[in-house]
């Protein structure tokens, strides 16, 4: 089994992943104090903001600038964006293992779909791991998840999943073998067995009927 690392999520976009200078006033947002994230500007002030940061502000007071102004939302000026896209950043996983510097506009796309030490779940057992550890474990070590229908007692994979059919087929199964058993009460008889035959008839022709198709 691979060593397991610490998994570690720095989502926030803090100063201190940029490498190199950055003009602190112009490419920070003065809510978060963090790298601005999908920027808004106030049309009034000029200053800007993450969208994330300026949409839970004005849920707080509604039209009201963090300036004291009142906020009408614009497009960020082509200045702001320029700078932002000369920034170059570490991704959230460095702790995991990721080394390399992303351009500001590459950094979402990376770090959701790229980076191989992004946090993932295996789709066989639902644990979750470093994408570079996936195939690894899928080869090695993964036990799908078995469930056990509490109903008719049958296991079955949590990704394959227990059909409603089976489920009847197995319930029905379950009391003809009692039925037949010695020494005990035939429950065929039982409105409930009834009741599951009929279901049972039913949603079989119901298969053979889909199946023609
Ligand atoms: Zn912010
Ligand atoms: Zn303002
Ligand atoms: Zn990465
Ligand atoms: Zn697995
Ligand atoms: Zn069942």
């Given at each position: 089994?691979a060593?397991?690392?610490?998994?570690?999520?720095t989502?926030?976009?803090?100063?201190?992943r940029?490498?190199?200078?950055f003009?602190?006033?112009?490419?920070?947002?003065?809510?978060?104090?963090?790298?601005?994230?999908k920027?808004?500007?106030c049309?009034?002030?000029?200053?800007?903001?993450?969208?994330?940061?300026?949409?839970?502000?004005?849920?707080?007071?509604?039209?009201?600038?963090?300036?004291?102004?009142h906020?009408?939302?614009?497009?960020?000026?082509?200045?702001?964006?320029k700078?932002l896209?000369?920034l170059?950043?570490?991704?959230?996983?460095?702790?995991?293992?990721?080394?390399?510097?992303?351009?500001?506009?590459?950094?979402?796309?990376?770090?959701?779909?790229?980076?191989?030490?992004?946090l993932t779940?295996?789709?066989?057992?639902?644990?979750?791991?470093?994408?570079?550890?996936?195939?690894?474990?899928?080869n090695?070590?993964?036990?799908?998840?078995?469930?056990?229908?509490?109903?008719?007692?049958?296991?079955?994979?949590?990704k394959?999943?227990?059909?409603?059919?089976?489920?009847?087929?197995?319930?029905?199964?379950?009391?003809?073998?009692?039925?037949?058993?010695?020494?005990?009460?035939?429950?065929?008889?039982?409105?409930?067995?009834?009741?599951?035959?009929?279901l049972?008839?039913?949603e079989q022709?119901?298969?053979n009927?889909?199946?023609?198709?």
């Open positions: 089994m060593i397991r690392k610490t998994i570690v999520r989502e926030s976009l803090s100063t201190d940029v490498h190199g200078y003009d602190d006033d112009i490419v920070t947002c003065p809510i978060c104090t963090n790298i601005l994230s920027p808004v500007t049309k009034t002030c000029e200053n800007s903001f993450c969208l994330k940061c300026i949409r839970l502000w004005l849920n707080e007071k509604p039209n009201s600038c963090p300036f004291n102004c906020f009408q939302e614009r497009k960020p000026p082509p200045i702001l964006i700078l896209s000369k170059k950043l570490n991704c959230q996983y460095n702790l995991n293992g990721c080394t390399i510097l992303i351009p500001y506009e590459a950094l979402e796309k990376h770090e959701l779909h790229e980076c191989l030490f992004r779940q295996c789709s066989n057992c639902s644990k979750e791991m470093l994408y570079n550890e996936l195939e690894d474990h899928q090695n070590d993964c036990l799908p998840k078995q469930l056990t229908c509490l109903i008719c007692d049958t296991m079955y994979y949590q394959e999943g227990h059909e409603y059919i089976d489920c009847l087929q197995k319930q029905v199964q379950i009391m003809d073998a009692a039925s037949r058993s010695p020494g005990k009460k035939p429950p065929s008889q039982h409105p409930f067995v009834k009741r599951l035959r009929l049972h008839a039913r022709t119901n298969e009927y889909a199946q023609r198709i």
